[in-house]
């Protein structure tokens, strides 16, 4: 029977030869011309690669088509002694700068929304705001509010919250309340303020108001569970950083970007 390579397969020796050449998924991506989520989903074996983008591919990381689509070929035949580096070979790594000011508004924007409902403490508060920003870097490769997330036992917890949160409390802007909920003990927040929207752009409070829709109604094991069934989450220590890109590794339902309509040209 003549050998048919796979999906899995091309995305497999892609990933070889992108590691040999050192190049980080950011550097490989813009070479042939897609997104970098697009060659996520091609390494993963999600995402086929029509003959234009295989000459592209073939021409970057200096590989023969006979050879790449053969049984028995292997990275390490492919000869790059004399292709210069082109990137750093450091691998790309997203660093989020926090923007204090729309975090705030987004803060309270999400508290005008959702305080009024007995089921939203701190732990449904923190997972609203994880889910929009890593939902808005997925979709737009840029961030939302900046903040650092931390993998914790209830799930990610955006970094430096108490110091701005005390902030804002000092300021009059939201007020905090200790309650009981389902014979739990809550901490609850009231925004004492309006949101300043006017920076917020159309695209950000949409995904904001996606994630309100679909999860300001859970409680607290209930969207702490989905939490931890995210890549980014999964994929992180305990108690260390999550990092922004392994919102490209997601899958239904978690992901929120059509890959299939990504431009590819």
Same mark, same amino acid.
């Not at 917020?200 to 996606?210: F, T």
């Given at each position: !029977?003549?050998?048919?390579? #796979?999906?899995?397969? @091309?995305?497999?020796?892609? $990933? %070889?030869?992108r590691k ?10 813009k ?17 086929s690669?029509n003959i ?5 591919f073939?021409?970057?990381l200096?590989?023969?088509l006979?050879?790449? !689509?053969?049984?028995?070929? #292997?990275?390490?035949t @492919?000869?790059?002694s004399? $292709? %210069?580096?082109?990137?750093s070979s ?14 705030k ?16 403490g ?6 609203l705001?994880?889910?929009?920003d ?5 979709l737009?490769e840029e961030h939302?509010?900046?903040?650092n997330?931390?993998?914790l ?5 955006p ?10 409390i000092?300021n ?7 309650t009981?909920?389902?014979?739990f ?14 920076d ?11 994630v309100?829709e679909?999860?300001?109604d ?10 931890h ?8 220590k305990?108690?260390?950083e ?17 890959y299939?309509?990504?431009i590819?040209?």
């Open positions: !029977m003549k050998f048919q390579i #796979s999906q899995v397969l @091309v995305g497999q020796r892609v $990933v %070889e030869l040999r050449k050192q190049f980080s998924q950011e550097d490989l991506a070479m042939v011309g897609i997104s970098r989520p697009s060659l996520t989903q091609i390494e993963l074996g999600k995402r690669l234009m983008e295989l000459q592209k073939a021409q970057v200096g590989f023969s006979d050879d790449f !689509m053969s049984e028995d070929f #292997s990275s390490e @492919v000869d790059f004399e $292709v %210069e580096k082109e990137k450091k691998e790309r790594i997203s660093v989020p700068s926090l923007k204090i000011g729309k975090f508004n987004i803060l309270l924007y999400i508290l005008e929304r959702c305080a009024g409902k007995p089921n939203v701190e732990t449904v508060l923190y997972k705001l994880y889910f929009s890593f939902n808005y870097y997925e737009y939302l509010t900046g903040t997330y931390r993998k036992p209830y799930g990610p917890v970094q430096n919250i108490d110091t701005i949160v005390n902030n804002m000092e009059n802007q939201i007020q905090r309340f200790k009981e909920y389902h014979g003990p809550q901490t609850r927040y009231l925004p004492l303020e309006k949101a300043d929207l006017t917020l752009l159309a695209s950000e409070k949409e995904v904001i108001d996606r309100i679909q999860m300001s859970w409680s607290a094991s209930a969207v702490s569970n989905y939490s069934k995210d890549v980014p989450w999964m994929a992180s305990d108690g260390e999550i990092n922004y890109e392994l919102a490209f590794y997601r899958e239904p339902p978690f992901s929120v970007r059509n299939e309509e990504d590819e040209l």
